[in-house]
Structures are given as structure tokens and as C-alpha cells.
């Protein structure tokens, strides 16, 4: 096995759990790393921290949420891009796991794992494991998945790992992008892993890598209270069903299938999320459009 360099990017805005996401990174068993953290703190508390462990690559960001998160992943010098948000934690054996599943095959663009729920006193409080063996899934079948499935299966962005020059080709303003619709304020990690993938395969490794801290107490994008666009993380499943049928990724049957199911979620949301009838109303207007010999 080689050892290509990995960036592991930190975007970072909050500073409460920030020094053990860091030690994290830092204790790593696969030696060949670059750290990065791009800083949007009010304080200097974060870089009062990156301050005490010489080699940490720190930057000061301006620019806010998903904008300090492209910025970080476009930083990274690595072939391999690893990301880490500021209050989770990785295993020590996470990146060396996970290069040695991107090396098994050139055609695996896109690597994830079983995660951890902690809380804020680091106890574990679910595991999550959308598969019960290790293996490959084409970015198709992923795709399908999630769309039909209307499932987030991956997780959050510090339970993957990708390649560099993958991302480069997709491009800054077509990451969270898929056909018509922009996710940027919803649903943008799974379907920056529907672009990251495409064109090949997914790798899933069936052990615990990462640890996904929930606590409604920080102000978090899986915070409601904190997100203003909360609702879109909902309201972007509906309208990933009509991409994904622009794509030739679900058939017409298999689209207007979910209409039952489109139905009764903006129902039990609506209220709650005015994004949701604006979605629904999308997915009605387009079912309606197609030919009756669409495919």
C-alpha cells in the first residue's frame, strides 16, 4: 500500500468541542496528513487552539456556511480530501481505513462508513448502519437509493472521504448542484456524494469511523432552531425525485409511484415548513407535463 497524501479540512464556526475534533485529526494512525481549518469563529477561540499544535494549517474565512465549507475543500493539497466538522470526532484507524478502500479500486470515487451519534458529553446515543457488510454501490444504484428512499444513508460530510481531483472537475458551483435544482440550502451533502460519486462506485466500510456529535444546544445546519432553511432538507427530497427522473436515474412509473408518499410528507409537514407545498406543487406540475409514453 502507498501512502498519497490526505487533507483532512476542518471548516469550523464553533469552538465548544472544537480542540478534541482537532486532537482527532492530529492522532490519526495514517501518518501522511495535511490539516486544514477554515476558521469563521467570532472569537479567536479556534485559533487560539490550532495555535498550540504546530503544523495545523489555519485560515481565517470570512465567508459563512456552506460557502466556508466549499472553501475548505477546495484548500486541500491532497489526493485524498477528508472532511471533518468542528464538533465530531474521527476513529484513529479512520483515514487509514478509508484510503486503503479508495486504493482496492480506481473506480471507487467516494468512500463512507458507519457512524457514531454522540452527545455533548461524548456519550454514544445511536449507531448507524445502513449496510451490514462492507462493499461497493454504483453511484447510480446510490442515487436510486436515496431518491426512492428518500434517505440520507451516508451521513454528514465528516463520515466520507473523496478524491481531490474529482472535485475539481465538478467545479465550485456545481457541487451541490443536480440538473435543475440547486441543494445548496438543503439536501447539499447527499447530493454532493451523488456528484462525487458519479461515474462510478461508492465504497461503504462497516465499522464505526467517525462519531457525529447532536447537540441543539450549537448552532448547527441539523439545528432547526439555528437553520433557517431547515424545511429544504425535506422540501429537496421531492424535488431530487424529479432530477433523478430527468437524469434517466428513476423511471416515469417509478416517479409517479411516490406520489402517495410526496403527498402524506408535505401533509405532516406543511404546517411547519412552507417549503414543502412549494416543492410538492413542483413534482405535480412536472408529473403533469409528461408525455404519456415518457420514459
Not at 479556534?46 to 456552506?66: H, L, M
Not at 457512524?115 to 436510486?144: F, K, L
Request: with cysteine; hydrophobic share 40%.
Amino acid at each position: 500500500m502507498t501512502y498519497p497524501k490526505v487533507s483532512i479540512v476542518i471548516p469550523s464556526y464553533k469552538a465548544i468541542h472544537f480542540e478534541a475534533c482537532l486532537r482527532s485529526a492530529i492522532g490519526q494512525s495514517y501518518l501522511n496528513t495535511e490539516i486544514l481549518v477554515s476558521d469563521n469563529c467570532p472569537t479567536e477561540e479556534i485559533r487560539d487552539i490550532c495555535a498550540r499544535f504546530p503544523g495545523v494549517i489555519y485560515q481565517r474565512n470570512s465567508v459563512t456556511r456552506e460557502d466556508n465549507v466549499l472553501s475548505s475543500l477546495y484548500s486541500g493539497k491532497g489526493v485524498y480530501i477528508k472532511p471533518l466538522f468542528d464538533d465530531d470526532i474521527l476513529h484513529p484507524f479512520c483515514i487509514e481505513r478509508m484510503v486503503a478502500a479508495m486504493q482496492m479500486d480506481s473506480n471507487t470515487r467516494l468512500v463512507f462508513s458507519a457512524t457514531q451519534v454522540i452527545n455533548s458529553d461524548n456519550q454514544r446515543t445511536e449507531t448507524r448502519r445502513p449496510y451490514e457488510a462492507s462493499g461497493n454501490i454504483s453511484a447510480r444504484d446510490m442515487q436510486r437509493s436515496m431518491a426512492l428512499g428518500m434517505r440520507n444513508f451516508v451521513g454528514e460530510f465528516t463520515s466520507i472521504m473523496f478524491r481531490r481531483e474529482t472535485l475539481w472537475n465538478i467545479g465550485w458551483k456545481d457541487l451541490f448542484r443536480l440538473g435543475t435544482h440547486d441543494f445548496t440550502r438543503g439536501l447539499s451533502d447527499l447530493v454532493s456524494y451523488i456528484n462525487l460519486a458519479k461515474g462510478g462506485n461508492a465504497f461503504y466500510i462497516d465499522e464505526e469511523l467517525s462519531y457525529f456529535r447532536h447537540d441543539q444546544r450549537l448552532q448547527s445546519n441539523s439545528n432547526p432552531a439555528s437553520n433557517p432553511h431547515f424545511g429544504n432538507c425535506f422540501s429537496d427530497y421531492i424535488d431530487l425525485l424529479v432530477v433523478s427522473h430527468q437524469d434517466d436515474i428513476i423511471s416515469r412509473a417509478e416517479l409517479l409511484a411516490m406520489d402517495q408518499q410526496v403527498a402524506v410528507i408535505t401533509v405532516q409537514l406543511g404546517n411547519v415548513f412552507p417549503q414543502m407545498g412549494q416543492a410538492r406543487q413542483r413534482y405535480l406540475d412536472y408529473c403533469a407535463a409528461l408525455p404519456a409514453d415518457a420514459a
